[in-house]
């Protein structure tokens, strides 16, 4: 398989600083190496900077450095659609927000093949507010009501040509959702797993039928990965650590069969904040899983030695 990876250091949705060191914590872990030791090629294609600053404005002044995320999301938008026709992406990141650029120049590529774009998001947060419902004003909460086309974007983000059906949206681990978002996700139709979902029904089932539905309809698949998806406990490196996430097991699980659907298309790893992380463990356990994702299986793993 051929993977470009790019990094996206954006760090202005999120308001704590670290994750624009996200992209560098990935290589330094051996993300490509990783690959490449999987048989693919890999393009890294360093690290993306913001289109210039445009005049923006809404009227919830709650929202920060919405300007300097804007410009993110400019510059991404096109770079996704551009790197997507020549192979599998890799997004860095970086905070949240860039996946409202990401997932829409995917979409944008989707519909140029005549297929549709199904998005697995892998979060503890459902991130479905939208500039007029956000009290916090940190922009990394509204990527997925942005790229699924839920009013209030409009003149401010970049211009959505090909929004995501709701219903092709699957998201799981959820754990922490605002007021606001639950009413707005429901009336969208996107399908929530949260970690209830998950302790009664086990993960593998419910990502195996969204996975279905995705065959079924000949979908490309961008799978977005949040640390946060993870319990803090096993993926510390993260500003936005919420207790009771997927086990280091469940996780290695959803990579696993991912591999196996051989749906994937493209991947966002996000919010790895490596200044807030121990040793590394949240960036190296990032660097296995993506791994597992693309074909790295027990077998092929020596044990390690610790002395």
């Given at each position: 398989?051929?993977?470009?990876?790019?990094?996206?250091?954006?760090?202005?949705?999120?308001?704590?600083?670290?994750?624009?060191?996200?992209?560098?914590?990935?290589?330094?872990?051996?993300?490509?190496?990783?690959?490449?030791?999987?048989?693919?090629?890999?393009?890294?294609?360093?690290?993306?900077?913001?289109?210039?600053r445009r005049a923006v404005s809404h009227?919830?002044?709650?929202?920060?450095?919405?300007?300097?995320?804007?410009?993110?999301?400019?510059?991404?938008?096109?770079?996704?659609?551009?790197?997507?026709?020549?192979?599998?992406?890799?997004?860095?990141?970086?905070?949240?927000?860039?996946?409202?650029?990401?997932?829409?120049?995917?979409?944008?590529?989707?519909?140029?093949?005549?297929?549709?774009?199904?998005?697995?998001?892998?979060?503890?947060?459902?991130?479905?507010?939208?500039?007029?419902?956000?009290?916090?004003?940190?922009?990394?909460?509204?990527?997925?009501?942005?790229?699924?086309?839920?009013?209030?974007?409009?003149?401010?983000?970049?211009?959505?040509?090909?929004?995501?059906?709701?219903?092709?949206?699957?998201?799981?681990?959820?754990?922490?959702?605002?007021?606001?978002?639950?009413?707005?996700?429901?009336?969208?139709?996107?399908?929530?797993?949260?970690?209830?979902?998950?302790?009664?029904?086990?993960?593998?089932?419910?990502?195996?039928?969204?996975?279905?539905?995705?065959?079924?309809?000949?979908?490309?698949?961008?799978?977005?990965?949040?640390?946060?998806?993870?319990?803090?406990?096993?993926?510390?490196?993260?500003?936005?650590?919420?207790?009771?996430?997927?086990?280091?097991?469940?996780?290695?699980?959803?990579?696993?069969?991912?591999?196996?659907?051989?749906?994937?298309?493209?991947?966002?790893?996000?919010?790895?904040?490596?200044?807030?992380?121990?040793?590394g463990k949240a960036a190296i356990l990032?660097?296995?899983?993506?791994?597992?994702?693309?074909?790295?299986?027990?077998?092929?793993?020596?044990?390690?030695?610790?002395?």
């Amino acid at each position: 398989m051929d993977c470009i990876l790019l990094g996206v250091p954006v760090e202005c949705g999120s308001g704590r600083k670290g994750c624009n060191m996200g992209p560098n914590g990935l290589r330094a872990a051996g993300l490509p190496e990783a690959l490449r030791e999987l048989g693919h090629t890999v393009r890294d294609l360093g690290d993306l900077s913001p289109a210039p600053r445009r005049a923006v404005s809404h009227q919830n002044t709650a929202l920060k450095a919405l300007a300097e995320t804007v410009s993110w999301l400019d510059a991404l938008d096109d770079k996704a659609f551009e790197i997507s026709a020549d192979g599998l992406p890799i997004f860095m990141g970086g905070d949240h927000v860039m996946a409202a650029a990401s997932v829409a120049g995917l979409s944008r590529r989707a519909q140029e093949e005549g297929r549709p774009l199904f998005v697995l998001w892998l979060d503890a947060h459902t991130d479905f507010h939208t500039l007029d419902t956000t009290d916090s004003g940190n922009l990394h909460g509204t990527p997925a009501a942005y790229f699924t086309g839920q009013p209030g974007f409009e003149g401010v983000f970049p211009p959505l040509a090909a929004p995501v059906d709701p219903k092709n949206v699957c998201m799981i681990g959820i754990r922490s959702v605002d007021p606001a978002e639950r009413a707005t996700i429901r009336n969208a139709g996107v399908t929530v797993h949260d970690m209830r979902a998950i302790d009664e029904n086990g993960i593998a089932g419910l990502l195996t039928a969204f996975l279905e539905k995705v065959e079924a309809e000949n979908g490309m698949l961008h799978v977005s990965f949040d640390v946060d998806f993870l319990d803090p406990t096993v993926a510390p490196g993260v500003g936005t650590t919420v207790p009771g996430g997927a086990t280091f097991r469940e996780a290695h699980l959803v990579m696993e069969i991912l591999h196996d659907s051989g749906l994937v298309t493209s991947l966002d790893l996000v919010e790895l904040n490596p200044f807030l992380d121990e040793r590394g463990k949240a960036a190296i356990l990032m660097t296995e899983l993506t791994a597992s994702l693309f074909g790295r299986r027990v077998m092929d793993r020596p044990t390690r030695s610790y002395g």
